[in-house]
């Protein structure tokens, strides 16, 4: 009954985002109407106060018969001292923002415990009684962005199957993980800095050798690194090794900053040359920390939703690796490509799987897909494409036309953002390939005239994108036409700073958002 409990309180979508997480570390409030009351059933107690605006904690009596405690998305800043929780399996203490510490003793009487949430408190580290929890199977601690060091007494839950430090602040891991062999689920974050007088005091290595080749039921490893962090670039041959002989392996999120390490991966991972690594999430590249990205957030969750993700990052030309890597992948992210002038070098077969597609500040492409001399569908798959300041872009689609039956046809949002040589977004040739596009944006593009260009091959008014419900046009100083009729489906259209732009009769039923800055 518990665990059929536990299992229900699930994260909302919105929250569902991370990769690698299994349903059973998704935990969200409970529903108002069952999170403020004590819950029996047969003699089982359920404490559930989540969401219930708590400053201070629970009498310690009512915690002594339960079975599970869930106090979670309270303004909880104190925790019973030692209480007695001998049937206790699972406690919900989350998004209690103001809680600081955990009492010294408050693990020493909680022997059954098997799933322990405190991801998002502000708790700077974990008290020695935490070895006590023998039965512990889950440990969450995601985004305690103020835990920096995790005590070696983890060593002792030998029961652990799921530990989850992503976006803490933990410099190093102890040892004592290797004595994990119970182990499934492993995700962690490491502190890092780009101040030499502070990056002088961090320890020397992020994961000593040989510690990850001892977690031998590993399922799931996502390790996140500060970017340009040299001690994972002085380690990371090691650890490649360590990750290769992991014989479970399913999912693994992993930076690899030269291309020789990757090269190194693939040639030695028996789980990856078998295909069983059915997700992976890649950072390829010399990674750099920037202070603003060009690429909003919402975006970058999308591609995070992903399986099968990959990032090549400041890369200056395609190498034979990464093009093993982009044939299994789902969700491409190029950013800062130096050297690349259409996504067409990666050869338009080996992208027949995209679903997602990023590209950020590459300065020489000048157009997506490079059809000069056209033999496949481009990108069949393809549903999300967005596209971020590209200096030099001023084609989507260049050379024959019409493009080969099957290109674009499933793509759904088209976001385009930052491209000043770009003068339309589409020719009418290529109206029906997009047929099934529902949101297009178009920002920050000072050389825009017409969304669509006609070309010789067909008419204007022949063609149009039937299922478009939301146009965004911002920033379009020289925009002149958008098409009239051309967009049936049409729900919403929101033009900005577009002084130009010729008003056209709209269907009543569309919400316009007009405004000149």
């Not at 491409?332 to 050297?339: E, K, Q, R, V």
């Not at 549903?383 to 499933?410: A, C, D």
């Amino acid at each position: 009954m518990v665990r059929d409990l536990a299992s229900m309180i699930i994260l909302s979508k919105a929250e569902r985002l991370q990769f690698l997480l299994r349903p059973y570390l998704l935990y969200r409030p409970l529903e108002s109407a069952e999170s403020n009351r004590l819950l029996i059933d047969g003699g089982c107690q359920f404490l559930l106060k989540g969401g219930a605006g708590l400053r201070e904690s629970l009498p310690v009596e009512k915690w002594e018969q339960a079975k599970m405690i869930a106090l979670m998305d309270n303004e909880l800043s104190s925790l019973p001292e030692n209480p007695c929780c001998p049937d206790l399996l699972i406690l919900f203490l989350q998004r209690n923002r103001c809680l600081r510490v955990i009492p010294a003793a408050f693990f020493d009487r909680m022997p059954s415990l098997e799933v322990l949430n405190l991801s998002n408190t502000r708790i700077k580290f974990l008290p020695q009684s935490i070895s006590n929890l023998k039965r512990l199977k889950i440990l969450i601690l995601r985004n305690c962005e103020r835990l920096v060091v995790l005590p070696s007494e983890v060593g002792s839950l030998g029961n652990l199957e799921v530990l989850d430090l992503r976006g803490t602040e933990v410099d190093k891991l102890p040892d004592e993980i290797g004595s994990l062999t119970s182990l499934r689920h492993l995700e962690v974050s490491f502190y890092g800095s780009i101040s030499p007088s502070e990056y002088a005091k961090l320890p020397h290595q992020l994961i000593s050798p040989g510690i990850i080749s001892k977690l031998i039921s590993l399922e799931t490893l996502s390790i996140d690194v500060y970017p340009g962090d040299q001690r994972w670039k002085k380690s990371l041959e090691s650890i490649t090794k360590e990750v290769c002989s992991l014989t479970k392996l399913t999912a693994l999120c992993f930076s690899f900053p030269e291309v020789e390490l990757l090269q190194l991966f693939l040639q030695t991972c028996t789980r990856w040359k078998n295909e069983l690594l059915t997700m992976f999430k890649f950072v390829v590249g010399d990674d750099v920390k920037r202070i603003v990205s060009r690429v909003p957030n919402f975006v970058v969750l999308d591609y995070n939703q992903q399986g099968q993700c990959l990032r090549f990052v400041n890369g200056e030309r395609v190498p034979d690796v990464v093009v093993e890597v982009l044939a299994r992948t789902v969700a491409l992210y190029l950013d800062h490509h130096l050297s690349i002038r259409s996504l067409s070098e990666f050869g338009v077969s080996n992208m027949s799987g995209l679903k997602l597609c990023i590209l950020s500040e590459c300065p020489q492409i000048h157009s997506i897909i490079d059809g000069t001399e056209p033999t496949n569908p481009a990108f069949p798959s393809l549903e999300y494409l967005s596209v971020h300041y590209l200096p030099n872009l001023e084609n989507i689609w260049e050379g024959v036309r019409p493009l080969p039956f099957g290109s674009f046809t499933k793509l759904r949002i088209l976001l385009v953002y930052a491209c000043p040589k770009l003068k339309n977004v589409f020719t009418t040739s290529m109206l029906s390939c997009v047929s099934n596009l529902e949101e297009l944006l178009v920002e920050d593009c000072p050389a825009i005239e017409v969304i669509t260009l006609e070309d010789e091959s067909m008419d204007s008014g022949t063609v149009r994108i039937l299922r478009l419900k939301r146009l965004t046009l911002n920033h379009l100083p020289r925009l002149a036409n958008i098409s009239e009729g051309a967009w049936p489906s049409l729900e919403y259209i929101s033009l900005h700073g577009c002084p130009n732009w010729k008003t056209i009769a709209m269907n009543s039923k569309v919400e316009v958002n007009c405004k000149e800055d």
